[in-house]
């Protein structure tokens, strides 16, 4: 996979434009990262240096079964929610950089309640519960990139 300087710097300017992370381009095997490092203050840096990555899945000639790797799942009771994220994004826990967190750990929350923020596109988005009940874990921390789908916070 080649990409021409022209078109990495047009995904670079995709990238500063729409204000996103990162963009991965698959093809195959291999991929390509055009990741734009991002410092996380009070004020909003326009001017993060942008990356690239080129990465090539190695893959090993044995005759041995493969390995599986089994991730460990969140130590929650089977009565906890997850509050997910419903786009792709940041995930913010507060209104504003140094005000009070929506809500943490131990906090109790109602349905319609604002648990945080998720940016996309610019767009400031509050993302309700869903459910009412006590916080009992936050999985991601201010300012981190998040999925769509990606579990939040849970309640009990």
């Known amino acids: 996979m080649k990409y021409d300087l022209e078109y990495i710097e047009k995904i670079a300017k995709i990238i500063d434009d729409n204000k996103l992370s990162e963009i991965i381009l698959e093809d195959g095997d291999k991929a390509i990262t055009v990741r734009k490092e991002i410092a996380y203050s009070a004020a909003v840096c326009d001017n993060a240096p942008i990356t690239v990555q080129t990465v090539t899945p190695q893959k090993e000639a044995t005759n041995e ?20 994220s419903p786009m792709v994004g940041a995930f913010y826990a507060a209104p504003a950089p140094g005000a009070k967190p929506f809500v943490k750990v131990g906090d109790t929350v109602s349905v319609g309640q604002i648990v945080c923020i998720v940016e996309a596109m ?17 999985l991601v921390e201010d300012g981190q990139s998040v999925e769509y789908g990606q579990v939040l916070m849970y309640v009990e």
């Open 122 to 138: 610019k767009l400031m988005n509050e993302i309700e519960s869903e459910v009412s009940g006590k916080v009992t874990q936050i």
């Open 65 to 84: 079964p493969a390995q599986t790797v089994q991730e460990e799942a969140p130590a929650t009771k089977p009565t906890a929610m997850a509050i997910t």
